[in-house]
């Protein structure tokens, strides 16, 4: 990813140890007719506000859009003016990656999309900028859908009315999200939220405006809405609305699939490399939910791998002793649990002796030697009872079956194919190694897919887990997402020899004295 110093968001630029550095950038392409009149509308107030420097973008025009900037500097000296020409055409969106890249490098606080032709208002943009300053926002864009009908009457043809309307329909329900428009090309980023996105991976074509606002969503940035006039005037337009419709389609579908781990995309990896995206899935059959169902109020339950420990603090809530252990620490304080910090692929030095429930929550499968783990943790098992609860993906899973008939093999950030994934198992595999390792499986079943998770909490997602667990029962083999396993903890061998050794003064038995 692009890398960037802190700005400082949220500064007042009329106050401080300095004003923001704001870059507008005009991306320009034939705009020798209006380039002029857009730039004259670039609001004084935001010169005067902010430490600003406008950079014009020409995408190898064949007209005298350079040229004209190249006046308009020259005859402006009081306006930091940089004028840029491609001469190889780079597309919509190969000249946005230009503009981000030139406002990273130059340490720009903030960087305005505006287009040459006019179709944006530059007269808006001290009102746009009031949430990237204020710190309540990383990304504002300027929407054209927020006021009823009024992009009709502002010219906007009604075929493109009604299909920016269906596409952002759909784009909310596959995203999750609730924005009003997602195609306005007024856009204001931080430049710091721009340093956390991969978006040189994204097309240079006319959806890389839908690929950045997934990358947004992926990093957990803040995107506020402000309406703006629509205005059409005579500007040709250059999109070829079925193949942006279509290409639009393509990017959502795959960030959806990319969030379900099925198909990774690299382009929508934005979070950091930590595990604070193995969050918990409630409200439906999954992992999380078999287990808490399977730990009664009180008990006590250590919960090894378990991340950043939003399961133990439910736990912890309904009574039960809980301790952590993982390699990583909780990002923030788990009140009522215990933290050991382990690498769990080296020998286990917590003591699980008091403790009535294991967990093992998608664990085995990022270990070295899993086979060996359970080994170790066998060896600290006595007479009394203990429950382990071993969740695991199901690498039979038939998207992956299908996915490897098509040639895909894709490892990821999550889902089966976790690119942190060591082992994968299937149901005879895992049964097979709690089996030779001397734990005694009572019972084991199949988990649906967190569809929840990719769709929403509502029907749609409610739908597919159902539909899933129908599924599930015909064959658990192919269409459990994972495994989930309750395995009884008994003792080893060497339990039983030191109880003998015990029972002749602490000599080892001999051939003739039988455990």
């Known amino acids: 990813m692009n890398q960037l110093p802190e700005p400082l968001a949220g500064a007042d630029p009329g106050e401080g140890s300095r004003r923001l550095r704001v870059l507008v950038f005009v991306v320009a392409y034939y705009a020798e007719s209006t380039l002029t009149w857009v730039l004259n509308r670039i609001p004084k107030e935001v010169f005067e506000s902010f430490d600003c420097e406008v950079l014009v973008v020409d995408d190898g025009s064949q007209d005298r859009t350079y040229e004209i900037g190249e006046e308009y500097r020259r005859e402006h000296p009081e306006i930091r003016l940089t004028v840029l020409r491609n001469e190889l055409n780079q597309g919509y969106g190969g000249n946005q990656k230009i503009g981000y890249t030139y406002a990273l490098r130059r340490g720009f606080d903030v960087v305005v999309l505006i287009h040459g032709d006019g179709q944006y208002a530059p007269e808006e943009l001290p009102r746009l900028l009031g949430p990237l300053v204020a710190g309540e ?11 009823p009908r009024e992009a009709l009457r502002g010219g906007m043809p009604l075929y493109k009315f009604l299909g920016n309307r269906a ?141 950043p420990g939003e399961l133990d603090l439910l736990l912890a809530a309904r009574g039960c002793r809980v301790l952590l252990v993982d390699r990583v620490a909780p990002p923030r304080e ?111 079943r199949g988990i649906p897919a967190p569809f929840p998770k990719v769709l929403g909490p509502g029907r749609l997602g409610r739908l597919a887990v159902a539909l899933n667990r129908a599924l599930i029962a015909l064959s658990r083999t192919w269409f459990s997402y994972q495994i989930y396993v309750e395995a009884e903890c008994r003792p080893d061998v060497d339990f039983f020899l030191r109880g003998t050794a015990t029972g002749t003064s602490g000599s080892p038995p001999g051939p003739g004295n039988q455990a």
């Open 137 to 147: 926002a990383d990304a504002v864009f300027g929407s054209r859908m927020m006021k």
């Open 167 to 307: 596409l952002t329909w759909l784009e909310n329900m596959l995203l999750g999200t609730r924005l009003s428009e997602f195609h306005s090309g007024y856009r204001i980023y931080s430049v710091h939220a721009l340093a956390r996105l991969p978006f040189l991976l994204n097309t240079d074509d006319f959806h890389f405006d839908t690929e950045i606002i997934v990358q947004l969503l992926g990093a957990r940035q803040r995107i506020v809405e402000l309406p703006i006039p629509t205005y059409y005037g005579g500007e040709i337009c250059r999109v070829n609305g079925i193949r942006y419709a279509w290409n639009v389609f393509l990017a959502v579908v795959r960030s959806t699939l990319h969030r379900a781990g099925v198909l990774y995309q690299r382009r929508y990896d934005c979070l950091p490399d930590d595990n604070t995206h193995y969050d918990l899935k409630l409200g439906y059959l999954s992992s999380h939910t078999a287990a808490l169902q399977a730990i009664p109020d009180g008990a006590s339950v250590v919960d090894i791998g378990g991340g």
């Open 334 to 444: 788990l009140p009522g649990v215990e933290f050991v910090q382990q690498d769990l692929d080296q020998p286990l030095e917590v003591d699980i002796r008091p403790y009535r429930y294991l967990l093992l929550l998608d664990i085995i499968e990022h270990l070295r030697e899993p086979e060996r783990f359970l080994r170790d943790l066998r060896r600290q098992f006595d007479e009394r009872p203990r429950t382990l609860i071993l969740t695991t993906p199901n690498i039979a899973f038939v998207v992956q079956r299908l996915m490897l008939l098509l040639g895909q093999f894709n490892y990821g950030r999550v889902g089966v194919l976790d690119r942190t994934h060591s082992r994968l198992f299937t149901f005879r595999t895992v049964r097979r190694a709690l089996r030779e390792e001397g734990f005694r499986i009572m019972r084991v």
